[in-house]
């Protein structure tokens, strides 16, 4: 039996027989308990990791991709998918439509881009989780394959998450969505660049989305919040990975403090589109997404902010390893769903 099929098999056994097989050994930091499936995973993702200084973009993007087949659960089916590409500021973005089933009426739509650090991700990755999306909110989803770094450093994503928000507004209707319903969402790198379109909106005095869903976003490029320090190791991601990511992302140290890539630091937020914010408490981008929740709401922003606390970085993309990962799908269809369900 190879590692992929032993890895699956043993993802599928229930939460408490893991709970039994880390009886004694359950990792506790911060005054919160280690998920033992989460627990499992960092383990694995350890062990398969290359050291830092013999990690390659090309690897970790594959990386990145197996795990997803491995763990992001059983394939949901949708009332249509489509693939097509729209113009962005560095020519055509490949982007792809989920609809559930439904009437030919306009659906509302989220805009979603993927995590991955700005280096790696795609709509494949993520299809799991933005299938689960529209099962459980009954609207369309609009997964994004922006231009990623290396190649394209910063600002080519946030351009293009522009473009595609733009395009979901202006021209939607083409393909039967609500162009008056449009919310952005994102998870990790995919999350800041949605809390980046969302200001930038205001910015160009441009109709803003409706709803930010932004999921266990990186805010602030510094790296400075506690959780930083608390979690820097041995919990998934890590700080020597997220330095590397930034390293190709944000190759000068001076683009650290542009608004546009750490939205985190823009110092009024008045006027912003309501949204959720989803942590995971054993991770190192926790406290920054937090802070700006926090932010958010003195600044007047309707939103809300939830931590699952035993869970790691990206657990929402793990559906078929972790219970959490679809309680925290179904929130955030839910909080969505009564979005665009107000007129």
């Known amino acids: 039996m190879n590692q992929e099929k032993l890895v699956k098999i043993i993802a599928s056994l229930p ?12 990792i506790k930091k911060d005054k919160q308990l280690l998920n033992a499936k989460a627990q499992f995973l960092c383990s694995i993702v350890e062990k398969q990791s290359l050291p830092i200084e013999e990690e390659t973009v090309e690897n970790t993007r594959l990386q990145m991709e197996s795990l997803s087949d491995l763990l992001s659960g059983e394939t ?23 609809k559930p089933e439904t009437d030919d009426s306009p659906l509302p739509v989220l805009v979603y881009f993927h995590g991955g650090g700005f280096i790696r991700g795609s709509i494949n990755s993520h299809d799991g989780l933005c299938r689960r999306l529209v099962q459980y909110g009954g609207f369309a989803v609009l997964s994004v394959d922006y231009h990623l770094a290396p190649e394209y450093p910063f600002p080519a994503a946030v351009d293009d998450a522009y473009a595609a928000f733009d395009w979901a507004r202006s021209n939607g209707q083409s393909k039967g969505l609500d162009t ?3 919310a952005v969402g994102g998870d990790s790198s995919g999350g800041n660049l949605a809390a980046v379109v969302a200001q930038d909106t205001l910015r160009n005095g441009t109709p803003s ?29 890590t700080a020597e990975r997220m330095h590397w990511y930034r390293g190709h992302y944000l190759p000068d140290p001076a683009l650290w403090n542009d608004e546009r890539a750490s939205p985190g630091l823009k110092e009024n937020l008045e006027g912003l589109a309501p949204a959720l914010i989803i942590t995971a408490g054993f991770d190192p981008l926790r406290d920054e997404a937090e802070d ?12 809300g902010v939830i ?20 309680k925290a799908i179904r929130t955030a269809a839910d909080t969505l769903k009564t979005i665009f369900s107000k007129d």
């Open 307 to 326: 931590r699952h606390e035993g869970m790691v970085h990206g657990f929402m993309s793990l559906s078929g390893l972790l219970e959490d990962a679809d």
């Open 76 to 98: 949901v089916p949708m009332g249509s998918i489509e693939n097509f590409t729209i113009d962005g500021p560095l020519g055509d973005i490949p982007v792809r439509l989920y």
């Open 209 to 237: 989305p409706v709803f930010q869903l932004l999921l266990y976003p990186t805010t602030d490029a510094n790296f400075t919040a506690p959780s930083h320090r608390t979690f820097a190791n041995g919990f998934f991601l």
């Open 292 to 303: 700006y929740a926090s932010r958010l709401k003195n600044a007047g922003v309707p939103m």
């Open 15 to 26: 939460d408490g027989l893991f709970n039994l097989l880390y009886i004694g050994r359950r």
């Open 180 to 182: 008056g319903k449009v």
